[in-house]
């Protein structure tokens, strides 16, 4: 199953945003579509609407798809192994399972029955909160479908389970059959825009690009070649979060950003600020000056997409021309002419004439790229992989087969969140995004009409919390963890359950992530965004006659 795991690891799509239009059933889980991914929700919107397509969401907050889906499962967060072991209990002991998928094309299904069969849908309610007749209804809805079409987000990977959440999505997929055909699939939507590509150029720890692994010796002298160098370590680097850790511990020295704003988007932000303190130096490379880059001791300016050539790799594998509509402003360049020049003056010559020519190189290097030049990238652009010139590109994944031969099911046990509510600290807090901002506002939040619509951040709280706590909408209270402290606008509203409450981390005002724990998934090193315990407060605000 390599090369499923790959394009999991990776957090591409295995199908394609159009292939919604033919899918019968789409099962969303962890993620609020219409605000975080508005494009990919809009055609869920319209499949639903006017292709009779079933929905299944399954989020703990009452999202607007949600409002139109056909059964809406609200589990408590961190609950995901537990909800979809007992889906697949369902399913299984019903006979809904694929049979001649499964024996042609996996592995280990005997092992997953057998795990899978203590978690009748009773079990799971007392886990997630889920009622069992709802569980029932939703397996079978996805199970029926003949096309039937996975979606999840950060709501499935923000986890400390986050692995063993994903490849319970795999094993579903693979039970009823729906991997490696149209319309089907399991589709992780992405969080930022070219993340995707930035992961296919070996932006991770333990890989060069196309995700060949740095640990196998053959990769390691491929790269030696093509790079002319002597010496290329075969070691697993640091993931973000190690990164910060080893800072804390004095064990890191200098660290260099490139677009990312630790500062707002790392767990326990006052862990972070202490571990940016500690550093001998920082620099940072952005196109603005982000809370981030205030601490630097060198910022580079860097120029925007509109600025430069290149390419784009979105969530469904497609990569796409991306070419410069003006010239750099001021004194920023492009990411690669920084990244080059700062090389050459340590002592390893990069030289370029132009971001075609980098893409020549990634051509030759990266087998899923081997046949995206430029020229072939006008129009809509290619889905990876695409091998040769001649190729072109990969609508689905795994069709056919897997990489690796049979597709692996893993037997997997629920295990609970690293934290969760108590008497002290009895609200479960969870994190997220909303329409009118994006990720840490370094870019949302200068435009007028966006923060015009949206100035600040607020807490979700339900009206039952609400009139235990005693407060009322527009109300500030002070919400606290075990790492930090936060005062936010109150919004009453049924979004949220009873006992779960919910912040963007869009607002430097009211940062979500100084309340949020960097336990790690041991396998993928994420951090457990969605799930963490606070104390909530009234605070009282002094009027403005009183001033």
């Not at 740095?214 to 370590?233: D, I, P, Q, R």
């Not at 936060?486 to 509203?493: A, N, S």
């Amino acid at each position: 199953m390599a090369g499923l795991v790959a394009s999991f690891g990776s957090g591409a799509m295995t199908n394609s945003i159009d292939e919604i239009d033919g899918a019968d059933a789409l099962l969303v889980i962890g993620s609020n579509t219409t605000e975080a991914h508005p494009v990919i929700g809009s055609r869920m919107r319209y499949a639903v609407k006017f292709n009779g397509t079933k929905l299944v969401v399954i989020d703990p907050r009452l999202t607007e798809l949600a409002k139109i889906a056909d059964i809406h499962l609200r589990p408590t967060s961190g609950t995901d192994v537990a909800f979809l072991n007992a889906m697949m209990n369902v399913i299984i002991s019903e006979g809904l399972h694929d049979k001649e998928y499964i024996a042609e094309r996996t592995e280990c299904f005997d092992e997953l029955k057998e795990m899978v069969s203590k978690y009748t849908p009773e079990y799971a309610e007392e886990i997630s909160g889920i009622p069992a007749d709802d569980l029932r209804e939703a397996a079978r809805i996805y199970a029926k479908a003949g096309k039937a079409m996975l979606f999840y987000t950060m709501g499935i990977t923000q986890h400390t389970t986050g692995v063993d959440n994903v490849k319970s999505c795999a094993n579903m997929a693979m039970v009823t059959g729906n991997m490696g055909k149209e319309s089907g699939g399991v589709n992780p939507l992405r969080g930022q825009s070219n993340v995707q590509g930035a992961c296919d150029m070996g932006a991770l720890a333990n890989v060069y690009p196309g995700y060949q692994k740095v640990v196998e010796e053959a990769m390691t002298e491929k790269f030696k070649e093509a790079w002319g160098v002597n010496y290329l370590s075969n070691e697993i680097g640091l993931t973000i979060v190690e990164i910060i850790h080893a800072a804390h511990e004095g064990a890191l020295k200098g660290i260099y950003v490139m677009g990312e704003n630790p500062m707002m988007s790392d767990p326990d932000i006052n862990y972070v600020r202490k571990a940016f303190e500690n550093l001998d130096f920082l620099v940072v490379q952005d196109i603005f000056l982000s809370e981030t880059a205030e601490m630097a001791d060198v910022v580079l300016p860097a120029a925007s997409f509109a600025e430069r050539d290149g390419t784009v790799t979105n969530t469904e594998r497609r990569v796409q021309l991306s070419r410069k509509a003006i010239k750099p402003i001021g004194d920023s360049r492009s990411d690669w002419e920084i990244i080059c020049d700062l090389s050459t003056r340590m002592g390893y010559e990069m030289k370029y004439d132009s971001a075609s020519e980098i893409m020549d190189e990634i051509n030759e290097v990266t087998p899923i790229y081997g046949g995206m030049s430029y020229d072939r990238l006008e129009g809509d652009g290619l889905q990876w992989p695409c091998p040769d010139k001649d190729h072109p590109g990969t609508k689905f994944l795994h069709k056919g087969k897997f990489s690796r031969g049979l597709g692996h099911m893993h037997a997997i046990e629920f295990k609970p969140p690293f934290e969760m509510p108590d008497e002290e600290y009895p609200f479960l807090l969870t994190t997220g995004r909303m329409l009118y901002h994006f990720h840490t506002g370094t870019v949302s939040r200068r435009s007028a009409g966006l923060d015009e619509l949206h100035p600040e951040g607020k807490i979700e709280i339900s009206p039952e919390d609400a009139v235990k706590l005693g407060i009322a909408d527009g109300d500030m209270v002070e919400v606290e963890s075990r790492r930090g402290k936060v005062v936010v606008k109150v919004w009453v509203t049924d979004r949220s359950p009873e006992g779960t409450v919910f912040m963007t981390f869009h607002f430097r005002e009211s940062a979500a992530n100084l309340l949020t724990v960097s336990a790690l998934d041991p396998t993928a090193k994420i951090p457990e965004y969605k799930v963490c315990a606070v104390k909530i407060k009234p605070v009282k605000v002094a009027s403005e006659s009183a001033v």
